[in-house]
Structure formats: C-alpha cells, structure tokens
C-alpha cells in the first residue's frame, strides 16, 4: 500500500494567491482527516469526513479555507485568499472505520505551505 | 481551553536512559489515549494507545501508565536510543457510538533528544 498520498509536498506562493493541497487516503479508509502543523499551535484538526461528508469543521480558521471530498479517494484543502499567517505544514490522515473501536489514523508526509 | 496538555516541553535524555512524558486531559468522556511520534519531514504515526480499562500497556520498550482519577497518562520509553529522537504527541478520542471514527485532540508536542 502506498500509504497517505499528499501533494504538492511544498508550496511557496505569495499573499492574496489561492492554495489547493490534494490527499489520496489509503484504499478502503473511510474517514479523512486535514491537519495544520505550526511551532505556535502545534497540531490541530481542522476538519475531517467519514464516508466523504464532513462531520466537523469546527477547526477550520476562516471562510477563507475550505475543504472537499468529491469521493472516496480524493481530498482538496483550499485558502482563499492565501496569507502569510497561513504558513505551516498541512496534513492530511485516513482511517477505517469498523465496529465501533476508533482506528489508528494513518498520516501522508505533509504540505509544507509558505505564503510570502 | 486545551483539552490536552503535555509535559515537559522538550527533553534531553542520555543513551540507556528512561524518558518519561506526561500528559494530562480535561474531558472525562475521553476513553482512548495513543501516543504518535514524529521524525523531522515526516507526519506522525503511531507508537502505542490505551483504553481507560487497563492501567499500563507496554510494547518492546515503550510503556503508557493510566490514572485515571487523575485524568493523566504517560509515555515512559526505557533503555532509550539516538533513534528514539523526535517529537512525541499524546491524544484523546471520545468514544464513537455510530461506528465512525471520532476526533482525536492532539497535545503540542515534545522534544525528546537522546544523547550518544
């Protein structure tokens, strides 16, 4: 299994620019999580989908972000206008639902954002 | 209001010795408690989890403690190694009733450094 995919794996844009990160969750994981990774912050869920519908986007900062999961195996992170506070590593993880138990969640490498 | 607060914020342990790490949690409907580690450039993964059922787990070196009238755990790695250097997260997850996956709360993170 590949594991997590993430792309791009860096990004350098400028101010006012949008920003679109991609996630393919592992194969057969129906829950999809994003992550924003910051030295202040640490990690913080910003949003996540069971069975491709949002459940919580209690996280997500601003109108400014937002998030899709057209299917089961693809996720776009959107920024809307892009600023410089948005500069962090974003992570987006996958898990598999079954019976009850929470799953371990799986994590891609990240997106390692810089908006100048 | 963080739910999930660690201890110390870094640490400097010598090769062969016990680092311990702390956590402690607000919500006492948090029943599952997993330790992630993380390497520079990668996304975290996970070490080891526990359920409030049981009041130590261990695996090879790595070894959680529960209390749970004191809402606390701890990550506890013996006969510590170069290799064991990275940066260790503690969570939580309530419990999920609908078979989805619940949300897990990460604590900030530590920096654990072993010395030769």
């Known amino acids: 299994d590949a594991g997590v995919i993430q792309s791009p794996r860096h990004e350098v844009t400028e101010m006012g620019q949008e920003v679109t990160l991609r996630c393919k969750p592992i194969s057969g994981h129906n829950s999809l999580f994003w992550y924003r990774q910051t030295m202040m912050r640490g990690l913080e869920l910003l949003i996540y989908f069971n069975n491709n519908v949002p459940i919580d986007d209690s996280g997500m900062p601003e109108d400014r972000f937002s998030a899709k999961m057209p299917n089961a195996s693809f996720s776009t992170l959107k920024i809307q206008p892009s600023e410089p506070r948005d500069s962090a590593v974003y992570f987006c993880?996958?898990?598999?639902?079954?019976?009850?138990?929470?799953?371990?969640?799986?994590f891609g490498p990240g997106t390692r954002l810089t908006v100048l | 209001q963080q739910q999930v607060k660690q201890s110390p914020q870094s640490l400097i342990v010598q090769k062969g010795g016990i680092s311990i790490i702390n956590c402690a949690y607000e919500?006492?409907?948090?029943?599952?408690f997993p330790w992630y580690q993380q390497f520079p450039g990668k996304g975290p993964a996970l070490l080891i989890a526990?359920?409030?059922?049981?009041s130590e787990k261990k695996e090879g070196r790595f070894t959680i403690s529960f209390n749970k009238s004191a809402k606390q755990f701890s990550l506890h790695i013996m006969d510590s190694q170069p290799g064991d250097s990275a940066t260790y997260f503690c969570a939580a997850s309530p419990p999920s009733y609908t078979g989805a996956n619940s949300k897990l709360t990460f604590g900030k993170g530590i920096t654990l450094s072993v010395r030769p």
């Open positions: 993880a996958s898990s598999r639902a079954a019976g009850g138990l929470y799953n371990e969640q799986f």
């Open positions: 919500n006492t409907a948090f029943d599952y």
């Open positions: 526990i359920r409030p059922d049981v």
